[in-house]
């Protein structure tokens, strides 16, 4: 496993004063690329959630779309898309993300979720965790439970998974890459 988070940890290209000056952004676009850095880290989550209790893989934003959609195909579980409100049709549940893309909505279908399920929240990265804590607060409006939030990388001096963590959210990363 450690040799095969090196080889994943290889292809993130690190773009600084990207979106805007100060930040580093990691590119996962050359992971998702290469087809064999995209099974192993599938593989990888799957093993980690092969037997668990979850219900339904909730994706965070698109870009964590390709990889959540393998897991959950592969974990034989639904997949259920956070999207912006004016994507959803008919009445949903929103909530409000301020990060380093800007301000923005986002919602969940009030029929996506009930009380009886377990997610996997899924993102392709964390930093900041706003998105994340943004998703976690849409799934408990449901009163569902939230096994995991689970992303293929961490920025942990962005600060998001401590702030999961306060708001007692397991977390799992794949990677973490330190400034």
Same mark, same amino acid.
């Given at each position: 496993m450690i040799i095969d988070?090196?080889?994943?940890?290889n292809l993130v290209t690190c773009v600084p004063d990207f979106p805007s000056k100060g930040h580093k952004f990691r590119d996962? /676009?050359? $992971?998702? #690329? @290469?087809?064999?850095? !995209?099974?192993i880290a599938?593989?990888?989550?799957i093993h980690r959630y092969t037997g668990s209790d979850i219900s339904a893989v909730v994706?965070?934003?698109?870009?964590?779309?390709?990889?959540g959609s393998i897991v959950a195909y592969r974990l034989q579980k639904p997949l259920i898309r956070i999207r912006p409100p004016q994507m959803i049709p008919g009445p949903s549940f929103e909530e409000n993300v301020d990060n380093a893309l800007g301000?923005?909505?986002?919602?969940?279908?009030? /029929?996506? $979720?009930? #009380? @009886?399920?377990?997610? !996997?929240?899924?993102?392709?990265?964390?930093?900041?965790?706003?998105?994340?804590?943004?998703?976690?607060?849409?799934?408990?409006?449901f009163s569902a439970r939230i096994h995991e939030a689970c992303t293929l990388i961490d920025l942990p001096d962005a600060g998001?998974?401590?702030?999961?963590?306060?708001?007692?959210?397991?977390?799992?990363?794949?990677m973490t890459f330190e400034d």
């Amino acid at each position: 496993m450690i040799i095969d988070q090196v080889y994943l940890k290889n292809l993130v290209t690190c773009v600084p004063d990207f979106p805007s000056k100060g930040h580093k952004f990691r590119d996962l /676009s050359p $992971l998702l #690329a @290469d087809p064999k850095a !995209l099974q192993i880290a599938c593989d990888l989550l799957i093993h980690r959630y092969t037997g668990s209790d979850i219900s339904a893989v909730v994706t965070v934003s698109d870009s964590g779309l390709l990889p959540g959609s393998i897991v959950a195909y592969r974990l034989q579980k639904p997949l259920i898309r956070i999207r912006p409100p004016q994507m959803i049709p008919g009445p949903s549940f929103e909530e409000n993300v301020d990060n380093a893309l800007g301000h923005q909505a986002v919602a969940l279908s009030e /029929s996506a $979720l009930s #009380a @009886d399920d377990n997610v !996997l929240l899924f993102d392709d990265a964390i930093a900041s965790g706003e998105s994340m804590l943004a998703a976690a607060a849409l799934v408990r409006r449901f009163s569902a439970r939230i096994h995991e939030a689970c992303t293929l990388i961490d920025l942990p001096d962005a600060g998001g998974r401590e702030k999961l963590i306060e708001q007692d959210v397991s977390f799992y990363a794949l990677m973490t890459f330190e400034d």
